[in-house]
């Protein structure tokens, strides 16, 4: 079975760190682009950004808000991706998602909730 | 890069049907949108890729055959024919823009499907 599993959330102060995981199976993860993307409380979603293959070579991309701070990263070995989240601010508290591209988002996990707050 | 527009919301009756809609911002007639599905408490599910031509590709794993889609213009469509209650549900709309460090995904604000 195609599966992405996401772990790793919980409650932060602001200006703290943390670091998300996204455990694959079932499909060939070294040859597939990763992304994260979040969604705050009944909102829509937010693309954060991506890490691309080996192939090339680990390339990544990160949307305006988060660069400098968000650091997208994988371990081929282990079949994970990461998000390493740094100086979190209130703003970044969602709901965060990883999903593989093929010529689409066409596996998702169930996500894994950030709250950033005092 | 572009803009994409959702109503909020949108409702329709059990067995009937209705379109929601994705309008691209101007200048950007030619890009292509993905449909997402995404039911409460659960992660977003592909629905399928709309481009001016019409559906592009395959439709996501399990996407019945009542779901269907149109371009026209900057406008993308997702139709659901004979609605079922498990539809209701968030439909986000998506598209990617640019390439290399350029490379940015863009959604609208999603629309809640409700089901009367």
């Known amino acids: 079975e195609v599966q992405l599993v996401e772990s790793g959330g919980g409650l932060v102060q602001p200006g703290g760190s943390l670091k998300l995981s996204c455990a694959a199976s079932?499909?060939?993860?070294?040859?597939?682009?990763m992304h994260w993307v979040r969604q705050a409380s009944g909102k829509g979603l937010e693309w954060v950004g991506r890490i691309r293959s080996k192939a090339n070579n680990y390339a990544t991309v990160y949307t305006a808000s988060v660069k400098g701070r968000f650091t997208i990263s994988r371990d081929d070995s282990k079949n994970t991706a990461y998000l390493q989240m740094n100086s979190l601010k209130s703003e970044d508290t969602a709901m965060y998602y990883c999903t593989r591209s093929s010529s689409a988002f066409d596996v998702w996990g169930q996500g894994t909730k950030v709250t950033v707050s005092s | 890069q572009p803009v994409l527009t959702q109503p909020p919301s949108a409702s329709a009756s059990l067995g009937a049907s209705v379109t929601l809609t994705c309008t691209l911002s101007?200048?950007?007639?030619?890009?292509?949108v993905d449909w997402y599905q995404q039911r409460p408490g659960k992660g977003p599910r592909f629905v399928m890729r709309?481009?001016?031509?019409?559906?592009?590709?395959s439709k996501g794993d399990g996407i019945p055959d009542r779901f269907s889609v149109l371009g026209s213009g900057l406008n993308r469509y997702l139709t659901i024919k004979n609605i079922h209650e498990e539809d209701e549900s968030l439909y986000h709309c998506?598209?990617?823009?640019?390439?290399?460090?350029?490379?940015?995904?863009?959604f609208g604000g999603g629309t809640k499907l409700t089901v009367l």
């Open positions: 998506g598209a990617d823009h640019g390439g290399g460090s350029d490379f940015a995904w863009v």
């Open positions: 709309v481009g001016n031509g019409g559906i592009v590709g």
């Open positions: 079932g499909f060939t993860f070294s040859g597939s682009a």
């Open positions: 101007s200048g950007y007639s030619n890009y292509k």
